[in-house]
Structures are given as structure tokens and as C-alpha cells.
């Protein structure tokens, strides 16, 4: 019923916000008007998360990308007055910015639809801050030194490079989304908490839309573009720029075209009022086209982590949980030498799961009995002891060997020389 309620009132505040905004555009006060349709996008984009279904979820997103569109166009003031169809969907009039149209025709087809609708479903509302991912102090410094020289004025008469492109590589489950997450907050101004972030798994695009996958990838950096400035994360990058073979089809020979044609910004040339940041991961480097890599600025490796970053990671699973753990952490912290981030999460997870079925084991037969008796009864807890992390670890399995620790070293050493 709470979740419902939530719902029910974020759907209110949107409808309330976008009143706003038409009020002030009809009263001529554009800044009023584009800070509301702002902030009714961004609430639409947290909306979309908890839909009922993949549909309302991407009609939602695709309401939030136009509400985005018409802030960052009446702030550069060239949008004619929005419209709204009778069942309340917002249109977008003639000429409305962000309504790319088919090549040689009027309107969008079917097929430009499809594609459009496929990008919609990429945008995500990351809710991740820095103090949300544990350790990771150089990288995280790195990356945020990275985004200030590019997105700094420049000394006079000094065409200083920008970083544009950067390519997180490392053992899987090491926070390489997570960062991602958080460059795109970071990249907040005054008038946008943050930066519109298209989250891409590249290789479940390439398996459902591989024969579209080049316009796809168009219209993603058409978009973001359009809503600069934005972040394209590409995860499992390898998927798309594999080095290249002579079985190479003439569709992956066009894919690898085009990104690398993206990754080069030519449409940004010149143009200091947009930005858009490419972050790619990979838990392959060495298998990467070299002439995709050599796009990259800046190349990033995100290591398991060490024994300060394990402690901070425990500290937001357990600690910022509210666990009390009374066995010394330094042993705790020992004992998970070589777990990745996601395998320590995992293992907290098993450990807390354990310890509260052991505390509650009339719970099933609560349930026999009906909801009722459930909702009635408190969870209990206990603090934590060293054997709990013990027993749990036995049941975790790292991913990644020494050797393969080794392999991301030597290849960081051999990209750097």
C-alpha cells in the first residue's frame, strides 16, 4: 500500500510540475518554464523505474527524454509551445527539438519509431553518489580530474585536449557500473542535477537489434547530443569492438565503423556548448579492434579491491545497514581477500540471510497460517560473529584468479608504455 501510495504521489507531482511548466511558458517565462519540465524529467525518469510493466516503464522514459528535450530547448530558446493530446500524452509540435525525422521524409516511420523507443529504453536515472561506492579514492579522483579538464575554460589561445572517451577494464564485479553511475551525477550544473545517462549492455542490443544496431547507435549519440550534456556507458564493450577477422560479417564491419566514427566526435567539433562523455567497460581489454582503443583518452583499470577498499565496502553493506558485527573487521576483512565488490556484496547477503533464518525459524510456519500472523510478527536479529563470515565465505567463489590479476596489470603496463 506505501508503494503504491509513493507512486501515486510522484505521478501527481509530475502532472503538477508539467502544469507548471506550460503555465509559465504560456506566461513568456521561459527559464521558470524549462526549470520545471527539468524537474518533472528527472522525477519521471525515478517514476519509470517502478513501473508495472516494460511498456509503462519505456512510455514513461520516452515522456521524461521529451520533457528533458523541451528544458534544454526553451533554456537555448528555439521551442515552439508544446502540446498534449486529449489522452494527456505530450507531443512534440513541428520543428521541436529532439525529433530527429526519417531521412527524406516528414514524419518518422515505423522503423525510426522502433529505433527511437529502443534508445528511450537506454535512459537511466543514476542514484549513485561518489560516498555510495566504497574506496576506489585514486580512481575515483582520476576520473573526476578527468571531467574537470575537459569541462573547464581553457587558457587563452591554448587548444588544451579534452578527454571525451574512457575505457573502464578490470575483473567483472569491481564497481565499473557504479562509477559510471556516478560520473553522470557528477556532471550536474545549476540548472540539471545531473546528466542524462544512458546505460547500454551492449551485448543484449547486438543479440536483439544486431541488423539495427548502426542506427541504433546513431540515434543514441544523436540524443545524447541532444541532451547534452550526457553520459553513454557501453558495458561489455568487447561485444562490440572485438578485435577484427576475416569472418567478420558486413554488419559487424559497419558497427565497428560507425562507433569508431562516434568515438571520434566529429559532430561535436567545435562545439563547446555540447558534451558527451563515452565510458566503455570491458572485462577483456586485450580483445578490443586496437583502432577502437587508440579513440580512448584515458583507460582506466578498476582493480579487486584492497584491504581499505574491502573495509569501506563492507562498512556501506553492513555498517550503513545497520548490522552490528562483533567480530574484529580486520579478520573479516582478511578473509575476503581477492572477492571482487558484487562477491562481497554476495557474501554479506549470505551471511545476513543466514543469521536471520537462524533467528526466525517459526516463519514458514507463520506463513502456514496466514498473512496475518506474518504481518504481526517482528523479525529478530542478532550481531554478527567471525563464524558467521566463515561459514558464508565456503559458499562464495572469486571470479577472477591471481593470474588473471596479473593479465590486467601486465596489460595496463604494456597500454601506458
Given at each position: 500500500?506505501?508503494?503504491?501510495?509513493?507512486?501515486?504521489?510522484?505521478?501527481?507531482?509530475?502532472?503538477?510540475?508539467?502544469?507548471?511548466?506550460?503555465?509559465?511558458?504560456?506566461?513568456?517565462?521561459?527559464?521558470?518554464?524549462?526549470?520545471?519540465?527539468?524537474?518533472?524529467?528527472?522525477?519521471?525518469?525515478?517514476?519509470?523505474?517502478?513501473?508495472?510493466?516494460?511498456?509503462?516503464?519505456?512510455?514513461?522514459?520516452?515522456?521524461?527524454?521529451?520533457?528533458?528535450?523541451?528544458?534544454?530547448?526553451?533554456?537555448?530558446?528555439?521551442?515552439?509551445?508544446?502540446?498534449?493530446?486529449?489522452?494527456?500524452?505530450?507531443?512534440?509540435?513541428?520543428?521541436?527539438?529532439?525529433?530527429?525525422?526519417?531521412?527524406?521524409?516528414?514524419?518518422?516511420?515505423?522503423?525510426?519509431?522502433?529505433?527511437?523507443?529502443?534508445?528511450?529504453?537506454?535512459?537511466?536515472?543514476?542514484?549513485?553518489?561518489?560516498?555510495?561506492?566504497?574506496?576506489?579514492?585514486?580512481?575515483?579522483?582520476?576520473?573526476?580530474?578527468?571531467?574537470?579538464?575537459?569541462?573547464?575554460?581553457?587558457?587563452?589561445?591554448?587548444?588544451?585536449?579534452?578527454?571525451?572517451?574512457?575505457?573502464?577494464?578490470?575483473?567483472?564485479?569491481?564497481?565499473?557500473?557504479?562509477?559510471?553511475?556516478?560520473?553522470?551525477?557528477?556532471?550536474?550544473?545549476?540548472?540539471?542535477?545531473?546528466?542524462?545517462?544512458?546505460?547500454?549492455?551492449?551485448?543484449?542490443?547486438?543479440?536483439?537489434?544486431?541488423?539495427?544496431?548502426?542506427?541504433?547507435?546513431?540515434e543514441l549519440y544523436g540524443t545524447a547530443r541532444d541532451m547534452s550534456p550526457a553520459v553513454i556507458f557501453l558495458d561489455e564493450f568487447e561485444s562490440l569492438c572485438g578485435s577484427r577477422n576475416e569472418g567478420d560479417t558486413g554488419t559487424e564491419r559497419r558497427i565497428l565503423s560507425t562507433i569508431l566514427s562516434e568515438l571520434d566526435g566529429l559532430a561535436e567539433k567545435g562545439r563547446d556548448d555540447l558534451y558527451v562523455l563515452t565510458i566503455a567497460a570491458t572485462n577483456r581489454p586485450w580483445d578490443l579492434d586496437p583502432a577502437v582503443l587508440s579513440r580512448f583518452d584515458k583507460k582506466v583499470l578498476i582493480p579487486l579491491p584492497d584491504a581499505t577498499t574491502r573495509r569501506a565496502i563492507l562498512d556501506i553493506h553492513l555498517g550503513k545497514k545497520g548490522f552490528v558485527v562483533e567480530a574484529d573487521l580486520e579478520d573479516v576483512v582478511d578473509l575476503t581477500d581477492g572477492l571482487s565488490g558484487r562477491e562481497l556484496e554476495s557474501l554479506v547477503k549470505e551471511v545476513t540471510n543466514r543469521m536471520v533464518a537462524d533467528e526466525n525459524r517459526e516463519l514458514p510456519d507463520l506463513v502456514d497460517r496466514g498473512l496475518d500472523h506474518v504481518r504481526d510478527y517482528r523479525v529478530r536479529v542478532r550481531p554478527l560473529a567471525l563464524d558467521d563470515f566463515e561459514r558464508a565465505r565456503r559458499h562464495v567463489h572469486p571470479v577472477t584468479s591471481a593470474a588473471d590479476v596479473e593479465r590486467y596489470t601486465a596489460w595496463r603496463d604494456a597500454a601506458e608504455a
Open positions: 500500500m506505501a508503494k503504491l501510495d509513493a507512486g501515486r504521489e510522484r505521478a501527481q507531482a509530475i502532472e503538477a510540475l508539467e502544469a507548471q511548466a506550460k503555465a509559465h511558458y504560456d506566461a513568456g517565462r521561459d527559464a521558470e518554464a524549462a526549470d520545471a519540465y527539468e524537474r518533472a524529467g528527472r522525477l519521471l525518469e525515478r517514476h519509470a523505474v517502478s513501473s508495472a510493466s516494460r511498456k509503462i516503464e519505456q512510455a514513461r522514459k520516452a515522456k521524461a527524454l521529451k520533457f528533458l528535450e523541451y528544458a534544454k530547448a526553451l533554456r537555448a530558446g528555439d521551442v515552439p509551445k508544446p502540446e498534449t493530446t486529449p489522452s494527456g500524452e505530450v507531443t512534440a509540435p513541428s520543428g521541436a527539438p529532439g525529433e530527429r525525422r526519417a531521412r527524406g521524409k516528414g514524419k518518422r516511420d515505423k522503423d525510426d519509431d522502433e529505433i527511437h523507443q529502443a534508445v528511450t529504453g537506454l535512459l537511466h536515472h543514476a542514484s549513485i553518489g561518489w560516498d555510495q561506492i566504497g574506496g576506489l579514492e585514486e580512481t575515483k579522483r582520476e576520473i573526476k580530474y578527468a571531467l574537470g579538464v575537459s569541462v573547464a575554460k581553457k587558457p587563452e589561445g591554448l587548444a588544451l585536449a579534452s578527454w571525451r572517451n574512457v575505457l573502464f577494464y578490470g575483473p567483472p564485479g569491481t564497481g565499473k557500473t557504479l562509477l559510471a553511475a556516478a560520473t553522470s551525477r557528477a556532471l550536474k550544473t545549476s540548472e540539471r542535477e545531473q546528466a542524462t545517462f544512458f546505460n547500454v549492455k551492449v551485448s543484449s542490443i547486438m543479440s536483439k537489434y544486431f541488423g539495427e544496431s548502426t542506427k541504433i547507435l546513431s
